[in-house]
């Protein structure tokens, strides 16, 4: 090997503390999962909520990723061709969440149902 103090992998190999790494890797995924499941039953139900949820999501596939899928010790290239597409359905999610709030707000609030007084006058007047 050459004189460097780095070491270089190729795009197969990975470093020789890979079993640690996959085990630290999992008590992380673990404590978010906790963390995750703690903030459903504790924050109710709301755009903030679903805001959590999605930044914890990226960052649990981020780690999935990175070491169960061994995109950490992958060229560049080929890691920003799957970071980018995640990034772009991140975003994805995104509009539509926007979008379901804005339906929630304007399209179900128009078609809650009146009370049974309104419901009989309104027959009574065609």
Do not use: C
């Amino acid at each position: 090997m050459s004189a460097h103090t780095v070491e270089h992998l190729e795009h197969t190999e990975s470093p020789s503390d890979m079993k640690a790494q996959i085990w630290k890797t999992f008590w992380i995924l673990l404590a978010f999962t906790l963390v995750d499941i703690a903030l459903y039953f504790v924050i109710d139900p709301s755009m903030f909520r679903n805001w959590i949820f999605i930044i914890l999501g990226v960052v649990k596939a981020f780690f999935i990723v990175s070491i169960f899928m061994h995109m950490k010790f992958e060229r560049k290239f080929l890691t920003w061709m799957i970071v980018l597409p995640m990034i772009l359905v991140v975003y994805l999610i995104t509009l539509m969440v926007i979008e379901a709030k804005f339906v929630d707000d304007h399209v179900n609030k128009d078609s809650v149902a009146k009370p049974a007084t309104e419901q009989t006058e309104d027959k009574h007047a065609h």
